[in-house]
C-alpha cells in the first residue's frame, strides 16, 4: 500500500489534533480543530431549531449549515471569530421571514396571495411558495468576558419544485436565482434596520433544494457579501449525484469506472454484502466529496478487517482525484467501521466502532 494508513481502534477526539485559540483577556482557553471556528463557550441552541427540523429533512438541513459555515470561511477567518447559532432571526421574524409578502407582511419572501410566478421555461406558477426557509449563523469577537457580533452568514433555502394543476413543475435554476438575489437584497435590507446589526458583513447565500422524497441533498447556486450596505450576487454551482448513475459517468468516468470496480470486488468477497453505493457532492463539475455506504452482512471480525482492507486497497485509486473521501462499512443498520480522508492528508483515518 503506497501510504500509511493509521488505525484507530476506539472512537476518541484526540486534543492534540486540536488548536487552541486563547484569548489572554478570556476567562477560558477554547479548543478547536485546526480550520475550524470555536465555537462561544456558553452555546444555546437556536430558538428556530424545530423549524428547521419540521420542514428541511435532516440530510437537507445539515448540508445547508456545513456548506454555509464552510464557505462563510472565505469571508470571517476562522481564527478571528467564533461561531454560535444566528440571534437575529428570532422565530417570529422567521415565519414572517416564510410568508407571502403583503400589506400586512412586507417583508415576506414568497410571492403575494393570488400571484402568478413564472418558472422560467414559460408555465406560470399560481400561488407560488419558493423560500422554503433560511438559516442564520454568526460569527462573533471576544474580548474578556463579552462577545460582539461581528458577522452574520445567511441561507435562502428555494425550493424550485412546485405543482400546478396535480403535475409536478420546475423553477428554471436560472429564475430561482433571479428570484433568490432578489430576496436576499430584501432580506439584507430587512437586516440592518435590526437593533445591533448597523454596518456588520452580511454574507448571505441561496440554497437549491431537491424534491422532498429525495435522498440526495440540494446544493448552492449563489451568494453575495454586503459591505456597508453594498454588495452583489455570484453564481455557485453545487450539487449531488449517486454513483453509479448516468450523470457520473458523463461527470468523471474514472471515478465512475473506479467505483464499479471497488463494488464488484466486495461483492465478490462476501456475495451476502447488501449493497454499496455512493454519492458525490460536485462543485463547478468537479467532485470534492464521495461519501461511500458498504452494506455488508459480515459474520466474524476477521472478515470485517479483510472487507476494510479490500476497500481500502480500492480508495487509494481515488487519491488523484484530489477529493475527501468517507467510507461507513455497516452491517443491517449498525455502522461498524468509518473511513475517511481529506484531500490534502496524507492518510486514511480508519475507526473500528464494534
Not at 405543482?163 to 430584501?186: A, C, F, W
Request: hydrophobic share 40%.
Amino acid at each position: 500500500m503506497r501510504h500509511k494508513i493509521m488505525l484507530v481502534l476506539m472512537f476518541v477526539i484526540s486534543l492534540s489534533a486540536c488548536s487552541p485559540t486563547p484569548d489572554p483577556n478570556g476567562p477560558d482557553d477554547i479548543i478547536r480543530q485546526d480550520g475550524e471556528y470555536a465555537m462561544v463557550d456558553q452555546f444555546t441552541p437556536s430558538a428556530n431549531r424545530v423549524y428547521h427540523g419540521t420542514y428541511l429533512p435532516i440530510h437537507q438541513a445539515l448540508e445547508v449549515g456545513s456548506r454555509l459555515v464552510e464557505l462563510s470561511k472565505e469571508h470571517f477567518d476562522v481564527n478571528e471569530y467564533y461561531l454560535q447559532e444566528g440571534s437575529i432571526i428570532t422565530l417570529t421574524r422567521l415565519g414572517a421571514l416564510v410568508r407571502r409578502e403583503s400589506t400586512t407582511n412586507p417583508i415576506g419572501l414568497n410571492p403575494p396571495s393570488g400571484s402568478l410566478f413564472p418558472n422560467g421555461s414559460g408555465v406560470d406558477i399560481a400561488d407560488a411558495v419558493v423560500v422554503t426557509d433560511v438559516m442564520e449563523v454568526n460569527f462573533m469577537q471576544r474580548r474578556g468576558n463579552d462577545y460582539t457580533l461581528a458577522g452574520i452568514s445567511i441561507a435562502i433555502v428555494l425550493n424550485p419544485n412546485q405543482n400546478v394543476s396535480e403535475n409536478r413543475v420546475l423553477i428554471t435554476p436560472e429564475r430561482l436565482y433571479e428570484y433568490g438575489s432578489d430576496m436576499g437584497r430584501k432580506l439584507e435590507s430587512y437586516l440592518r434596520s435590526q437593533s445591533g446589526v448597523g454596518d456588520v458583513p452580511i454574507y448571505i447565500t441561496l440554497y437549491s433544494l431537491e424534491s422532498v422524497d429525495a435522498i440526495l441533498p440540494g446544493g448552492m447556486i449563489g451568494e453575495g457579501l454586503f459591505l456597508s450596505r453594498s454588495g452583489q450576487f455570484a453564481r455557485l454551482n453545487e450539487s449531488w449525484i449517486l454513483i453509479p448513475s448516468n450523470a457520473s459517468n458523463e461527470l468523471n468516468p474514472l471515478v465512475h469506472s473506479l467505483f464499479l470496480q471497488l463494488k464488484n470486488k466486495v461483492q465478490t468477497l462476501l456475495p451476502e454484502a447488501t449493497g454499496v453505493f455512493a454519492r458525490a457532492r460536485v462543485i463547478n463539475q468537479r467532485i470534492d466529496l464521495m461519501v461511500i455506504d458498504v452494506n455488508a452482512n459480515v459474520k466474524t471480525h476477521t472478515e470485517l478487517l479483510a472487507l476494510t482492507q479490500l476497500i481500502l486497497n480500492e480508495v487509494t485509486n481515488f487519491e488523484e482525484q484530489k477529493m475527501d473521501i468517507k467510507i461507513h462499512i455497516k452491517n443491517l443498520n449498525a455502522t461498524l467501521v468509518l473511513i475517511e480522508k481529506k484531500a490534502n492528508d496524507d492518510a486514511f483515518t480508519i475507526i473500528y466502532l464494534n
